[in-house]
């Protein structure tokens, strides 16, 4: 393990993650200003908040399932039918679990509460408790008519800090597990500990007993019961040995209830004799916390949603079968909460990509899954082939939506009459230049990718050595051989071109690749040195790059291709049993699309969308502004160059929220991306993705060969193209 | 002059410079902590507001570098907010996915290793974070995390341990 190579790894994986000139001037004008930054509120937040407090109340009787979204949230206990949650930054709040309305509570004396560090919340028969790892101490807390009261803190000697650590209360006893040790503070003083080997989780159960998560190392692997624990004796008792697939993230028990548990975004009970079963489905997301608000409703929260699940049989609903392998509950939110009568389901699928197992059932006609998210763009002619999606055509909203999309994404979709998926990720890479730096330096901005590697090639052959202030990275702008080739046949299909790769124009080009492999020193650039490329997403609202789309052929116009992380598409099932819920699915989603997808597929688009946010923290600003530019005619001295002071950075920060968080899609947005739309190109029949899975030696070969042969490379692919397009046509 | 309050200008002059040159540092480092793009947006944020409002605290001789205070300062704040969050379970290969250029052309290598890290517990991802990444002396990381040099050792030791039996399966106490 060298120092390079970590920070290599780091800076290679977070190369996207930059300040720019822009957010540093905005550092700099919050400081000046003493302002905290401000997390976003999202137009789809706004509108969801909306639509729970119209869709919530009309549904809480019919449905005992219902979803909230509350964002920011870190830890939820039920309190007097309520539910308590704390926010770091911001404090506790309280929900209503009929409603969802939240509402904040005044914090008697907050610089007590904010002198707690990493605060968490306990209960125990409607007492409200504060632990702190830090102050090794637990203050009870009170809330009446939504003041919060701090009490006396108990004193929690040798209360270690341990991330795996779990706290409960019952019985007047506060339980502390940490590493298979239980620490027990009865709170009329004193402590004693039990070992509990393997246990990582505990709730109570009923008197004098905790239920936990016990795991142990069998022949190599690990296996996980549920147990039950006597408080007094330590002794372990199992209820139920587990699947070894379950990850138990979190238990929750009350009087009348089975044991229930947060496994692999699903609910299960498990009754007294150890019978196991699922009996609720959750969306994908970090669960924190997990109570049981009486003998049959969970309260779980994930992420930013509260979603409360009947465990009981007769409650479970309609479930609707999602695979999207990273997606989260909280990215559909707006379906989530415009339909809380269907729960939405991510299965973990082990050992396969999604493509892979939506291959096999369609072979096998399965119905498991509803909608799958892809990726393989060559898998599209397949299915409108075969009938392997349903036809969204006769959807009138889909069909309206896809008439608003852009040529390239209706030509994708589209077979005859047939409409057979919808866009979900699109983001349109694009190589940039630093246009101050090139002109500074008189440097030539490349036409074509045969300039840019002539570029490249002096750049490193030593022109880097005379500009030591600038860099580049050489191989990290979407320019490696496989994606240079998969561009390239794009361009051709776009230009009327046939699909072949061996021409004068490649042969050039890999010839010059193949230099600036052998020259490429693998320098990191410092920090302080300038980058003269980069890649970026258009439209890009930047200032100190422009986007550079080049061709090939000098001839050809560029296009601009999207490779396989840059572009999702839904698919719904056609053997599917819910295929109405789907079909809502999907409107759901059309209806909330991400305004930067948006932008880039829909024609739709033509004025600019404002933050609704906008407004209100521009009031505030120019509030501020009047005020300071009054007490200024009255001022003198110090106390004059205070309030100019304060004057100039007030309109910094007007200018500042003008430029960078007035607009969802700006009129800027819009006017640079009319250069880029009829650019966009995507292929459903480019062969060269599927022949570098096949063959990733041979397109590896030209990195590390010195006698590479360029010419039999070309004639070898376009052969290997011709039988793949041979096949698709056959 | 090191030790006395620099005028209004040069405090100025010598915070922008900071903030140009350790913004990306710190902003990395909060993402590398809490796998979670806008919590270390608004880390590194809070980290040079912060920094402005204790200036005159500053003590170059004190602090050994103005690169050590500003990461004690974000290093605290992260903790915080980890503190805050310490029970949930992030999931880090999302949390890469929603940062800008996603699709940039990473190694597996590096991606696995990158992952790896994210996955050390924070008191070894402290040390290999100030240590590899920011290249900071011993004598530094101990500074800036407030505990003994021996204890900054013993944490290298155990998080390279840790890397390499991640990556290789090859565990150097074996």
């Known amino acids: 393990m060298t120092d390079k190579r970590i920070e290599q790894a780091i800076d290679n994986n977070l190369f996207g993650l930059q300040v720019t000139e822009g957010e540093m001037q905005q550092i700099i004008t919050r400081a000046y200003a003493g302002e905290r930054p401000r997390r976003r509120l999202s137009l789809v937040l706004v509108t969801a908040l909306l639509i729970v407090a119209l869709a919530a109340t009309a549904l809480a009787v019919i449905y005992a399932s219902r979803v909230f979204v509350s964002e920011g949230s870190s830890d939820m206990v039920p309190h007097g039918g309520r539910l308590i949650l704390y926010k770091w930054r911001e404090g506790l709040f309280e929900v209503d679990p009929e409603t969802g309305e939240e509402t904040a509570l005044t914090l008697q004396d907050p610089a007590a509460w904010h002198a707690i560090p990493d605060p968490r919340l306990l209960t125990e028969e409607g007492q409200l408790f504060v632990l702190s790892y830090e102050k090794e101490a637990l203050f009870p807390f009170g809330i009446q008519e939504g003041i919060v009261s701090l009490g006396s803190p108990f004193p929690l ?15 007047g006893i506060l339980a502390v597990l940490q590493k298979g040790l239980l620490r027990l503070y009865p709170l009329d003083g004193g402590m004693r500990q039990v070992e509990l080997p393997g246990v990582s989780q505990i709730i109570p159960y009923g008197e004098g007993q905790y239920a936990g998560l016990q795991k142990e190392q069998v022949q190599g692997s690990s296996k996980s019961r549920l147990v039950v624990i006597d408080r007094d004796s330590g002794e372990i008792c199992p209820l139920a040995d587990l699947d070894p697939g379950l990850r138990v993230s979190q238990l929750a028990f009350t009087p009348g209830s089975p044991l229930v548990f947060e496994a692999n975004n ?16 959750l969306v994908r997301g970090d669960v924190y916390a997990l109570y049981m608000l009486d003998e049959h ?65 369609m072979e096998a006609q399965s119905r498991e899954v509803d909608i799958y998210l892809l990726r393989d763009r060559n898998l599209m002619a397949h299915i409108q082939e075969k009938g392997h999606a349903l036809n969204l055509a006769g959807d009138p909203e889909l069909s309206a939506f896809m008439k608003d999309l852009y040529p390239p994404f209706q030509a994708f979709f589209r077979q005859g009459e047939g409409q057979y998926g919808i866009p979900k990720t699109v983001f349109l890479p ?30 490193l052959s030593g022109l880097s050595d005379q500009h030591p202030d600038y860099t580049l990275m050489p191989f ?127 024609q739709a688009v033509d004025a600019p969308v404002e933050n609704p946010e906008y407004e209100g923290q521009r009031q505030e600003y120019e ?23 304060q004057v100039g950075n007030t309109r910094r920060l007007l200018s500042d929220l003008e430029f960078y968080n007035r607009w969802l899609i700006s009129p800027r947005d819009i006017a640079d991306y009319q250069q880029f739309s009829g650019m966009v190109y995507l292929s459903s029949k480019n062969p060269i993705p599927d022949l570098v899975r096949e063959h990733p030696e041979m397109f590896a070969d030209i990195d590390t060969n010195p006698d590479f042969d360029v010419e039999g490379f070309l004639t070898r692919l376009d052969e290997m193209i011709e039988t793949v397009m041979r096949e698709q046509t056959r | 002059m090191p030790g006395t309050d620099p005028s209004e200008t ?27 793009k806008q919590a270390a947006e608004d880390i590194m944020q809070d980290t040079f507001l912060k920094a402005w409002k204790a200036m005159d605290g500053f003590k170059e001789q004190q602090a050994h570098s103005a690169k050590a205070w500003l990461m004690r300062i974000a290093i605290n704040l992260c903790r915080d907010h980890h503190r805050s969050r310490w029970f949930r379970h992030v999931d880090r ?5 929603d940062l800008p250029q996603h699709y940039l052309q990473v190694e597996a290598e590096d991606r696995s290793l990158f992952l790896t890290i994210l996955a050390l517990p924070v008191k070894l991802k402290q040390v290999i974070l100030l240590y590899y990444y920011h290249r900071m002396p011993m004598q530094e990381v101990a500074a800036v995390l407030g505990i003994s040099v021996s204890t900054v050792h013993a944490r290298l030791k155990k998080a390279e341990n840790a890397l390499k039996i991640s990556l290789t399966g090859a565990d150097d106490n074996d």
């Open chain 1, 266 to 281: 699903a609910l299960f009970t498990c009754d007294e004799k150890g019978y196991v079963q699922q009996v609720a489905s």
């Open chain 2, 93 to 97: 290969a999302k949390a890469l996915e």
């Open chain 1, 297 to 361: 409703l969970a309260a779980v929260a994930s992420d930013s949603l509260i979603l409360l699940r009947s465990i009981r049989p007769a409650g479970q609903q309609k479930r609707l079968t999602v695979l999207d392998p990273l997606g989260r509950g909280e990215d559909y939110k707006d379906f989530i909460l415009q339909h809380p009568e269907i729960e939405l389901s991510f299965p973990l699928f082990a050992g396969e990509d999604t493509e892979e197992r939506f291959i096999q059932d």
């Open chain 1, 157 to 171: 000697p040798d209360l270690r800090e341990d991330y795996q650590s779990t706290a409960v209360l019952s019985d």
């Open chain 1, 623 to 645: 509030s501020r502004l009047a005020g300071y530019q009054e007490q200024l005619k009255m001022a003198t001295g110090e106390e004059k160059s205070r309030l100019e002071e």
């Open chain 1, 476 to 602: 990290r702008y979407d320019n490696t051989l496989d994606l240079l080739l998969a561009k390239y046949l794009d361009e051709r299909a776009a230009n009327g071109l046939p699909p072949t790769v061996n021409t004068p124009v490649m042969q050039e080009l890999l010839t010059l690749y193949k230099t600036a492999r052998a020259l490429d020193p693998q320098k990191k650039g410092q920090p302080s040195q300038t980058h003269l490329l980069h890649l970026v997403d258009v439209p890009y609202r930047g200032a100190s790059f422009t986007a550079l789309p080049l061709s090939f052929d000098p001839g050809s116009r560029p296009v601009l291709s999207l490779p396989r992380d840059s572009f999702s598409y839904f698919v719904v099932n056609p053997y599917s049993d819910n295929q109405e819920a789907a079909l809502s699915f999907l409107r759901s989603y059309v209806d909330n699309l991400p305004s930067y997808v948006k932008i880039l597929v829909s």
């Open chain 2, 10 to 36: 040069v405090k100025k002059e010598r915070f922008e410079g900071w903030v140009r040159e350790y913004s990306q540092m710190i902003l990395r480092t909060c993402f590398v902590y809490l796998a979670d």
């Open chain 1, 430 to 459: 694009c190589l940039a230049y630093n246009q101050e730096a090139f002109g500074e330096l008189g440097f030539k901005v490349p036409a074509t990718w045969t300039d840019f590697f002539r570029f490249l090639q002096t750049w």
